[in-house]
């Protein structure tokens, strides 16, 4: 699907200062990172016509990364993992998902491909390439700096958000699951470790060893 973007737009400038403010005060530095994050977030808003940053949970932000990039995405949409309105599915991309969870409108953006060669062009002033990223990627105009894709969610969007009160206990270890993370194996209910998709491998307790 073609990508409605005005081209013609100049940086929303108001906004990427804010949201920059907001992102280096919890960063503690500001990098190009942030600066990608909070363009993408705003660029996204605004193709979804969704006002930020948001108090409700319309908006549903998947990030490919953890890091600076993220803090530039919530600070701009106001989204959170405790808020359970951003989700990190780390593939080590700057990328993000902006789903209007009322349409199930889905929009990926990511920086373009060549975008730190390009950033040069909009700071001449700043030799030094972290430098001419960092400001040039204030200054480009959304069809320069990133790309847009409409996308369908593998997941649906409701099994994402799932049931807030979903509560069931896993039948190995006993542990309690929320939000419909179990898994049916045969008529048994596990949670995903016991199924075999843990992160982690138990130490034995070595006797004598005191925790
Ligand atoms: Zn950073
Ligand atoms: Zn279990």
Known sequence: MAISIDTQKLVDLPALESALAVASAR??????????????AIA????LE?????????LLV???????FVDGVEAVTGVSVGGRTLRVEDYGKIAATFVDVKTERALRVAPQIDVRTRAR????????RYFAMLHGYQRMPDDELLSFEWVTL?????????????RAICDECGEEIINEREVQED?????????GN??????KLQQGVRL
């Open 62 to 68: 998947i990030v490919e990364t953890d890091g600076c």
């Open 187 to 195: 008529a048994r209910t596990l949670c995903r470790t016991c199924a």
């Open 44 to 47: 996204a808003s605004a193709a």
């Open 50 to 58: 969704l006002a930020v940053p948001r108090i409700d949970k319309r």
């Open 154 to 166: 593998s997941t649906p969007v409701a099994a994402i958000i799932s049931r807030a009160s979903a």
């Open 198 to 203: 843990q992160y982690y491998t138990a130490e």
């Open 121 to 128: 062009d909009y700071a001449p002033e700043q030799s030094q």
């Open 27 to 40: 960063h503690n530095h500001l990098c190009p990172r942030q600066v990608l994050g909070a363009r993408c």
